[in-house]
């Protein structure tokens, strides 16, 4: 079919549509065949023609001989179904779904207006175009001596680590074992002894609880909250030897009393069992000068000590807000720094070793990001030091023949 026909073509009733393309006899002699439902006449003057005549009439003749095309309704409809698609490309024409077979009869699924997804959830649902990967969360997680500086000492190894950890989970049900306010009031015993001692709120209960894996020591805001030594047991409670105490000294400086300080250095130069105390210096703050009196009071009575830095998660992710890579990079350069001080100062002079350890620790009670700092190093520490630590085969470096001067270049003449 070939022109282009109007619009008014789409008509189910149009009949002038189809009159051309029909034969003059079976126009006359056949309306049926015409598509027309019936004939209608026009009364003129003088002559009464049919519709059909008229269009034939008008018609080009056409040899006798060969006949017209003869096209169906349905061929028609379509093909004007078609044109008139070409020429509206936007409009939404209905378009005829094909039969589905008899043996599959299948209920169309109709979907709630709630599965209906809005033009947002349509947007979001589209694949999106790759972008860069998300950066991943590992720098986070911090080596287990990241934290710690050894200069006279090796760093614990990850099987001491956990012999530590284990340690303390064997904790009795009840571990406080003593409270004493005075040196002379102390409960005598053979088990080895530590003590955690430092400034009012540096954190020493919070630390123990954390140590112990339960609240065993009373946390406050206000300073001034400890008021006497307070002892608890860790390990076999049935063999002394294998089993450690370890005390909660009250703070000093803010909040503290000087009673309380007469009664910590009689402990600390008197008591026989203790094997190590174990100095806290906020990570945050630093040294102050009462910490300085006290490290000048360790190394005159030879005591042995060692640092430890609390609150380290203060100074490396504050306000509990996770840092980017460089953010942390640089924290953990202050933080060496501050290790640096504190190393000067616990040893000014490295050839003497008036009961300092070569070693400090850095921790915090908290876990930032679902990972424990320092915990694990520092009861490996309180281990060593009663020698309760998992004891490791160190390789030595194989003997080598040892090979003289003149051996090699000859006596001289």
């Given at each position: 079919?070939?022109?282009?026909?109007?619009?008014?073509?789409?008509?189910?009733?149009?009949?002038?549509?189809?009159?051309?393309?029909?034969?003059?006899?079976?126009?006359?002699?056949?309306?049926?065949?015409?598509?027309?439902?019936?004939?209608?006449?026009?009364?003129?003057?003088?002559?009464?023609?049919?519709?059909?005549?008229?269009?034939?009439?008008?018609?080009?003749?056409?040899?006798?001989?060969?006949?017209?095309?003869?096209?169906?309704?349905?061929?028609?409809?379509?093909?004007?179904?078609?044109?008139?698609?070409?020429?509206?490309?936007?409009?939404?024409?209905?378009?005829?779904?094909?039969?589905?077979?008899?043996?599959?009869?299948?209920?169309?699924?109709?979907?709630?207006?709630?599965?209906?997804?809005?033009?947002?959830?349509?947007?979001?649902?589209?694949?999106?175009?790759?972008?860069?990967?998300?950066?991943?969360?590992?720098?986070?997680?911090?080596?287990?001596?990241?934290?710690?500086?050894?200069?006279?000492?090796?760093?614990?190894?990850?099987?001491?680590?956990?012999?530590?950890?284990?340690?303390?989970?064997?904790?009795?049900?009840?571990?406080?074992?003593?409270?004493?306010?005075?040196?002379?009031?102390?409960?005598?015993?053979?088990?080895?002894?530590?003590?955690?001692?430092?400034?009012?709120?540096?954190?020493?209960?919070?630390?123990?609880?954390?140590?112990?894996?339960?609240?065993?020591?009373?946390?406050?805001?206000?300073?001034?909250?400890?008021?006497?030594?307070?002892?608890?047991?860790?390990?076999?409670?049935?063999?002394?030897?294998?089993?450690?105490?370890?005390?909660?000294?009250?703070?000093?400086?803010?909040?503290?009393?000087?009673?309380?300080?007469?009664?910590?250095?009689?402990?600390?130069?008197?008591?026989?069992?203790?094997?190590?105390?174990?100095?806290?210096?906020?990570?945050?703050?630093?040294?102050?000068?009462?910490?300085?009196?006290?490290?000048?009071?360790?190394?005159?009575?030879?005591?042995?000590?060692?640092i430890v830095l609390s609150k380290v998660d203060k100074l490396l992710f504050p306000k509990n807000r996770k840092p980017s890579e460089g953010a942390l990079e640089s924290r953990m350069q202050v933080l060496k720094r501050v290790m640096e001080t504190t190393r000067r100062t616990t040893q000014p002079n490295p050839e003497d070793m008036s009961g300092a350890l070569g070693e400090i620790i850095g921790c915090c009670s908290e876990r930032p990001f679902g990972q424990v700092l320092g915990i694990n190093e520092v009861r490996h520490a309180m281990l060593q030091a009663a020698g309760l630590e998992k004891k490791m085969d160190r390789k030595l470096i194989a003997e080598t023949e040892i090979v003289s001067h003149d051996d090699i270049f000859g006596k001289d003449?």
């Amino acid at each position: 079919m070939t022109g282009s026909l109007p619009m008014r073509c789409l008509r189910s009733g149009s009949r002038s549509v189809f009159g051309r393309y029909v034969a003059q006899s079976e126009a006359t002699s056949n309306a049926a065949t015409l598509g027309v439902r019936g004939l209608r006449t026009r009364r003129r003057v003088g002559k009464t023609t049919t519709n059909a005549e008229e269009v034939v009439a008008d018609s080009p003749k056409t040899p006798p001989d060969v006949g017209p095309e003869v096209i169906s309704w349905d061929e028609i409809a379509a093909k004007i179904e078609a044109l008139a698609t070409q020429r509206l490309p936007n409009s939404q024409s209905k378009k005829t779904k094909p039969p589905k077979p008899a043996g599959n009869k299948q209920k169309p699924s109709v979907s709630s207006p709630a599965e209906k997804s809005s033009p947002k959830q349509a947007a979001t649902s589209q694949p999106q175009q790759a972008g860069p990967p998300p950066k991943s969360r590992d720098y986070l997680k911090l080596p287990s001596n990241s934290l710690s500086e050894h200069w006279d000492t090796l760093p614990p190894s990850q099987e001491q680590l956990v012999h530590a950890e284990k340690f303390f989970r064997q904790r009795p049900p009840r571990p406080f074992v003593w409270s004493a306010p005075k040196f002379h009031s102390m409960a005598f015993g053979s088990s080895p002894e530590v003590c955690f001692l430092g400034r009012s709120n540096v954190g020493k209960s919070s630390l123990l609880n954390s140590l112990f894996g339960g609240n065993i020591a009373n946390v406050s805001s206000k300073p001034g909250r400890t008021k006497m030594m307070n002892a608890f047991n860790v390990g076999d409670n049935t063999d002394p030897l294998k089993n450690l105490v370890v005390l909660d000294m009250p703070g000093y400086g803010k909040g503290g009393h000087a009673d309380w300080g007469k009664e910590v250095l009689k402990y600390l130069g008197k008591r026989k069992e203790l094997k190590r105390a174990f100095m806290l210096v906020d990570a945050e703050v630093g040294l102050k000068k009462t910490d300085e009196q006290l490290l000048a009071i360790f190394r005159k009575e030879e005591i042995p000590h060692q640092i430890v830095l609390s609150k380290v998660d203060k100074l490396l992710f504050p306000k509990n807000r996770k840092p980017s890579e460089g953010a942390l990079e640089s924290r953990m350069q202050v933080l060496k720094r501050v290790m640096e001080t504190t190393r000067r100062t616990t040893q000014p002079n490295p050839e003497d070793m008036s009961g300092a350890l070569g070693e400090i620790i850095g921790c915090c009670s908290e876990r930032p990001f679902g990972q424990v700092l320092g915990i694990n190093e520092v009861r490996h520490a309180m281990l060593q030091a009663a020698g309760l630590e998992k004891k490791m085969d160190r390789k030595l470096i194989a003997e080598t023949e040892i090979v003289s001067h003149d051996d090699i270049f000859g006596k001289d003449p």
